[in-house]
């Protein structure tokens, strides 16, 4: 059965820091598209950062939304099965749940409908 699972959201100020962890079960990470998205509340799912599968690419390949671009950086640990998000300079707008999500080929990785699996999510409230 495949699973993802986040953690590491929570609580933080204005120009704090947080750490994603988007951990798999019963597949390789490795051999799948891995997206970040994030939905606030009333608004759309958004992709805001994805790594390619090491089969696409012998080079790590990343995206990342221009709200997030320079202040949050997407990784992976193939030996834990694990894929991060590490999110600096964190701002208010940064608000949301926060989703981790797998593909095989994604058309457009920005796109939710282009992934089959999906994490429960994990809150990130930037607040002073």
């Known amino acids: 059965q495949l699973q993802l699972v986040e953690s590491g959201g929570g609580l933080v100020q204005p120009g704090g820091s947080l750490r994603l962890s988007c951990a798999a079960s019963?597949?390789?990470?490795?051999?799948?598209?891995i997206g970040w998205f994030r939905q606030a509340p009333g608004k759309e799912r958004e992709g805001v950062s994805c790594?390619?599968?090491?089969?696409?690419?012998?080079?790590?390949?990343?995206y990342y939304a221009d709200s997030v671009n320079v202040r949050f950086t997407i990784s992976r640990d193939s030996a834990r099965n694990t894929v991060y998000l590490q999110m600096n300079n964190l701002k208010p707008e940064d608000t949301a749940v926060y989703y981790c999500?797998?593909?095989?080929?994604?058309?457009?990785?920005?796109?939710?409908?282009?992934?089959?699996?999906w994490g429960q999510g994990t809150q990130v409230t930037v607040s002073s």
């Open positions: 790594i390619e599968s090491i089969e696409s690419s012998s080079d790590e390949v990343t």
């Open positions: 999500a797998a593909a095989k080929n994604p058309f457009r990785w920005y796109r939710p409908q282009d992934y089959g699996y």
């Open positions: 019963g597949f390789t990470l490795d051999s799948y598209t």
